[in-house]
């Protein structure tokens, strides 16, 4: 599966799997992605 490698706000390196379960929105103009938080996630 694709992942979205994304730096949290401490700088910590993220790997957020690219399915719409997780994925809620993108925001490129923001550089925002919402999430769902499912257990195991981080």
């Known amino acids: 599966n ?7 706000k401490n700088k910590k390196e993220l790997f957020i799997p690219a399915i719409h379960e997780v994925v809620k929105n993108v925001s490129l103009e923001k550089k925002r992605i919402t999430i769902k938080m499912v257990d195991g996630l981080i």
Do not use: C
Not at 2 to 8: N, R
């Open 2 to 8: 694709d992942v979205y490698i994304v730096k949290s």
